[in-house]
Antibody, heavy 121, light 108 residues
Framework: QVQLQESGPGLVKPSQTLSLTCTVS??????????WSWIRQHPGKGLEWIGY???????YYNPSLQSRVTVSLDTSKNQFSLKLSSVTAADTAVYYC?????????????WGQGALVTVSS | EIVLTQSPGTLSLSPGERATLSCRAS???????LAWYQQKPGQAPRLLIY???SRATGIPDRFSGSGSGTDFTLTISRLEPEDFAVYYC?????????FGQGTKLEIK
């Protein structure tokens, strides 16, 4: 059973960089056929896909966030990470790390529990 | 980017009734690459359906998906108390992956 767990600061100051890490257990992050995505949900709102990284390190980001997003992979720790720069209050959200079934197109079969990140001074 | 519009915004039904949720895309979804998720308060979304009509592992057969092109439907044949939640559709036929705004299924 694959499990994902987000970790990182719950409070970030405006203009700083939001950093989250996702630890994957029950499966290798290097497994072919899967990408690793980040998705966020603003309070009381819908879901927004942020971007993914492939098992080989290729990335693709949502154009709406592309200039501020970096997703990276650490295969030695079975982790992947999100960095979102120059944050504002509009980036306050629950951030989910998810497994992206890229081999079948790109739906999300396993989700972390979510990490609430608040942007405030 | 493909915009997904879900209707209705809120659906009020009673246990035992049939629920029909709609997801309409702004352009055709390639290969019927459409998924449905269920989200309960305080929880992460759960995958129900992928490929428009394939049930995910462990999903009861009262959940079914249908559709192609721009019109997709999630049907819950007979509502159980645990089915009352918010439902999202997601397309992955083109980049970026996008979600609908959700349908809230509430107890009448």
């Amino acid at each position: 059973q694959v499990q994902l767990q987000e970790s990182g600061p719950g409070l970030v100051k405006p203009s700083q960089t939001l950093s989250l890490t996702c630890t994957v257990s029950g499966g290798s992050i290097s497994s072919g056929g899967y990408y690793w995505s980040w998705i966020r949900q603003h309070p009381g709102k819908g879901l927004e896909w942020i971007g993914y990284i492939s098992y080989s390190g290729n990335t693709y980001y949502n154009p709406s966030l592309q200039s501020r997003v970096t997703v990276s992979l650490d295969t030695s720790k079975n982790q992947f990470s999100l960095k979102l720069s120059s944050v504002t209050a509009a980036d306050t959200a629950v951030y989910y790390c998810v497994r992206d079934v890229a081999a079948r197109g790109g739906y999300f079969d396993y989700w972390g529990q979510g990490a609430l990140v608040t942007v405030s001074s | 980017e493909i915009v997904l519009t879900q209707s209705p915004g809120t659906l009020s039904l009673s246990p035992g009734e049939r629920a029909t949720l709609s997801c309409r895309a702004s352009q055709s979804v390639g290969r019927s690459y459409l998924a449905w998720y269920q989200q309960k308060p305080g929880q992460a979304p759960r995958l129900l359906i992928y490929g428009a009509s394939s049930r995910a592992t462990g999903i009861p057969d009262r959940f079914s998906g249908s559709g192609s092109g721009t019109d997709f439907t999630l049907t819950i044949s007979r509502l159980e108390p645990e089915d009352f939640a918010v439902y999202y559709c997601q397309q992955y036929g083109s980049s970026p992956r996008t979600f609908g705004q959700g349908t809230k299924l509430e107890i009448k």
